[in-house]
């Protein structure tokens, strides 16, 4: 079965500045798919970047990239030039495949602080 | 932007009672699940629905829940007589893999109140 963490519970960050929210999983898959979705007061589940496994690049959208470490199954996001938009849960959640159920990590909650 | 819809936005009712959750999910999609977040936790899987069948189903999926595609484009999930702990956020999400990336669009959720 697949697991999800989330050691950051709460974060919070400056406006402008950069911010790097962890997530490691466990898995005995050699290809799967990661991805992080922002989940704002609004309580919508919106994709902010996926990231397949035998890519080794790591995948990048506008100010969000990730650090993909296979060999660690480590997936974190890093979201540069924070803005006041970004205060929202963030999760992580991995799937071995289409049809298969998503596994999500606990969540993070992020602060940004004007 | 093609997106997955979910209506009513927040429901309300009574202990022990039935309620339906409807779902549209985006037109060329294959695959269709159904998720769950009680306030403040995570987001847990419910049931995956693939070919017009279950392809897989959490524990929290017991006989109380149903899944039905009753016509070509809405996706239900029936709670048969439902119970305090089943107030909560349900999710929508469907994907498909003629694109490759197998990511799930989710809709943007309805919030059950069970009194």
């Known amino acids: 079965a697949q697991t999800v963490t989330q050691s950051q519970p709460e974060m919070s960050v400056q406006e402008a500045e950069t911010v790097t929210l962890s997530c490691t999983y466990d898995t005995s898959e050699s290809n799967y798919y990661l991805f992080w979705y922002k989940q704002p007061p609004s309580r919508q589940m919106i994709l902010v970047i996926r990231q397949e496994a035998y890519k080794q690049q790591n995948a990048t959208e506008n100010r969000f990239s990730v650090n993909f470490q296979k060999a660690a199954k480590s997936f974190s996001l890093k979201i540069s030039d924070s803005q006041l938009g970004d205060t929202a849960m963030y999760f992580c959640?991995?799937?071995?495949?289409?049809?298969?159920?998503?596994?999500f990590g606990g969540g993070t909650r992020l602060m940004v602080k004007p | 932007e093609p997106e997955v819809t979910q209506t009513p936005s927040h429901q309300v009712t009574q202990m022990g009672q039935e309620v339906i959750l409807r779902c549209v999910p985006i037109?060329?999609?294959?695959?269709f699940y159904w998720y769950r977040q009680i306030l403040g936790q995570k987001v847990e899987f419910l049931v995956s629905?693939?070919?017009?069948?279950?392809?897989?189903k959490s524990e929290i999926f017991d006989d109380q829940f149903s899944v039905e595609r009753p016509d070509g484009s809405n996706f239900t999930l029936k709670i048969r007589s439902t119970k305090l702990e089943d107030s909560a956020m349900y999710f929508c999400?469907?994907?498909?893999?003629?694109?490759?990336?197998?990511?799930?669009?989710f809709g943007p959720g309805t919030r059950l109140t069970v009194l």
């Open positions: 037109s060329n999609h294959l695959y």
């Open positions: 999400a469907s994907t498909t893999r003629a694109d490759g990336t197998d990511t799930q669009y």
């Open positions: 959640a991995h799937t071995p495949n289409a049809g298969n159920m998503l596994t």
């Open positions: 629905f693939y070919n017009n069948e279950i392809s897989e």
